[in-house]
């Protein structure tokens, strides 16, 4: 099993400018989530899909952050514009059935370490 | 709300010595409880979990912790450290059906 698959690995990029990561969950897993790793504020859960669909985007930090999944082996996170403060590590996790992680474990991908200059 | 606090950032042990990493919980129902560990520039590995049963865990890599209902903890421990051991351990509880909240993590050492 190839775990879960996340691009690009690392990226830089100007403020202002348009961030597309992108993760590609565990075959059959049906649960999806993204999370950003800070070192003010820890690791945060983003969003979280299940079967698809976003079932809690409360983490989500404000309108220039936005997820799609559009099918079951895809997602992106997306910032526009992006901002100095956005840089982090994000991470992408997946678990199979309906997200009750007390009986599925997370799997996570290795990240994106994102710089915004 | 339920949280974890990890105490200690920083965990410097010998190699061949015991490892004790402390987790205390904060929760109004049964928690359940995680520990996580993270190897430089790579992504979380679950170490262990704690749902209901037996309050004693054991995980992967010789590691195990131990839920204490009264003391409110989840501390993780090795009895003999190993140089591949070096990371940063993270503990979780779980807060609904699926948001893991985490602690601030710790990062261990082993020194030769």
């Keep these: 099993d190839a775990g879960v698959i996340q ?3 690392h990226e830089v990029t100007e403020m ?38 976003p079932i809690d985007d409360s983490g989500m930090p404000e309108d220039r952050f936005s997820a799609k999944m559009p099918n079951a082996s895809f997602s992106t996170l997306k910032i526009q514009p992006s901002e100095p403060r956005d840089s982090a590590v994000y991470f992408c996790a997946s678990s199979l059935g309906q997200g009750a992680s007390y009986q599925e474990t997370q799997y996570f991908g290795p990240g994106t370490r994102l710089l915004v200059l | 709300a339920q949280s974890v606090t990890q105490l200690g950032s ?34 979380l590995q679950l170490l262990l979990k704690y749902t209901t049963g037996a309050t004693l865990v054991k995980g ?50 082993v020194r030769a």
Excluded at chain 2, 18 to 37: G, M
Excluded at chain 2, 60 to 66: D, L, M, R, V, W
Aim: hydrophobic share 35%.
């Design chain 2, 10 to 43: 920083h965990v410097s042990v010998s190699e061949g010595a015991l490892v004790l990493l402390r987790c205390n919980y904060s929760s109004s129902v049964p928690p359940y409880l995680f520990w996580y560990v993270q190897y430089p520039n790579q992504g």
């Design chain 1, 16 to 53: 202002g400018q348009e961030v597309t990561l992108r993760c590609k969950p565990i075959s059959g897993h049906n649960s999806l989530f993204w999370y950003r790793q800070t070192m003010m504020r820890g690791l945060e859960l983003l969003i979280y899909f299940n079967n698809n669909v």
């Design chain 1, 7 to 9: 691009s690009p690995r």
């Design chain 2, 60 to 109: 992967i890599n010789g590691f195990e912790a131990e839920f204490k209902k009264s003391e409110t903890s989840f501390h993780l421990t090795k009895p003999s450290a190993h140089m591949s051991d070096a990371a940063e351990y993270f503990c979780a509880v779980l807060t609904n059906d699926y948001k893991l909240s985490f602690g601030a993590g710790t990062t261990v050492t």
